[in-house]
């Protein structure tokens, strides 16, 4: 008896590590899930918004993997992001950071922020607004602004403006009025090789690759993958210790949608 209690535990054993093994791949290789815990995607994707990244739609870097270990540098099977692309990046500046935008700059492109207007090698991105939207800023709501932006490549997609005055709006700066402290005149980011140029949705409240000191230009390599759609979504109006309140909380109609 004592022999097959102990080959049952060797099984269970190897059954746990297997199924470890498993799963490490899938978020390795397939998908891998992540959580939306600000608001610098809305109105695309919202704070409590869980979707699942695709991590072979750039190829494969050491950032592919958990806890990215010391490998080389450099992608397998390696492909750019295309214009419109929702990704999920390590920040350069601290890779134990994931941080999600949409790429709006590939390498070689020029990029100006013009009055709240994106520009893309000297053709200002058309938007069109829409009506108005509630956003959510450091925990407050605030109105904003809602446009449809169109990219070069076609892509549609929804953007929050607050205002066209603030201090991402007019970016790169390449000079101050003293007097004032506005931007006097404008400069151009050059996205260089090897990299991509990402903004969040919600542009007044994100903190971007126009903050070069804080995120900049973004190496591929860092790239984790593409969002591809929302499994699950819930709001804060249920409370842990009533879980009555769980159901009304879920945001039925955005489970199982894309990403765009």
Known sequence: MAKKKDGGWAETVKTVIYAALIAVGIRTVAFEPFNIPSGSMEPT?????????????????RHSIPFSPPLPSGRLFGSLPERGDVVVFKLPTDTSQDYIKRVVGLPGDRIQVRAGILVINGTPVRRELVGNYTAEDDGSRVLARLYRETLPNGVTHSILEQTDDGQLDNVPCAQVDMSTGRCARLG??????NHVFAMGDNRDNSQDSRVL????????????????????SVGNSASWMKPWT???????????????
Do not use: H
């Not at 151009?188 to 090789?193: I, T, Y």
């Open 45 to 61: 994707l919202l704070v409590g918004d869980y979707l699942f990244v695709s991590k072979y739609a750039y190829g494969y870097s």
């Open 188 to 193: 151009e980011f050059l996205v260089p090789a």
């Open 213 to 232: 000191g804080a995120v900049g230009f973004i190496p591929v390599d860092n790239l984790v993958g593409r969002a591809e759609f929302i499994f699950f």
């Open 246 to 260: 769980w159901p009304g909380a879920i945001r039925w109609s955005r489970l199982f949608s894309a990403v765009r």
